[in-house]
Nanobody, 121 residues
Framework: QVQLVESGGGLVQAGGSLRLSCAAS????????MGWYRQAPGKQRELVAT???????NYADSVKGRFTISRDNAKNTVYLQMNGLKPEDTAVYYC???????????????WGQGALVTVSS
């Protein structure tokens, strides 16, 4: 199948920056979109940013102007650059990929293991 491995989480002070990475590996997967979601303690998982295979990008209003999503198709990797971090950004960030598994032509959605981002005041 496909696996997503995340890295780059950590502890940072308010106003600081972090960059998350998500690398896909395994079966050949034709991606329609990849994105980042986050879940704070006691809250539901929410969309942060998505990017399609064609380069179209969507951000949650709460992160517009501060976060940037990008991808490197050759490396099968998606990134989330987070600047101007706020305490309310504290959450577990999950990478997501959706598309078609080439070997079977079946639609597939895959999640990363999660990366904890903690922003102190």
């Amino acid at each position: 199948q496909v696996q997503l491995v995340e890295s780059g989480g950590g502890l940072v002070q308010a106003g600081g920056s972090l960059r998350l990475s998500c690398a896909a590996s395994g079966s050949i997967f034709s991606f329609n979109a990849m994105g980042w979601y986050r879940q704070a303690p006691g809250k539901q998982r929410e969309l942060v940013a998505t990017i399609t295979s064609g380069g179209r990008i969507n951000y949650a209003d709460s992160v517009k102007g501060r976060f940037t999503i990008s991808r490197d198709n050759a490396k099968n990797t998606v990134y989330l650059q987070m600047n101007g971090l706020k305490p309310e950004d504290t959450a577990v960030y999950y990478c997501n990929a959706e598309g078609v598994l080439v070997s079977t032509h079946r639609y597939l959605e895959v999640w990363g293991q999660g990366a904890l981002v903690t922003v102190s005041s």
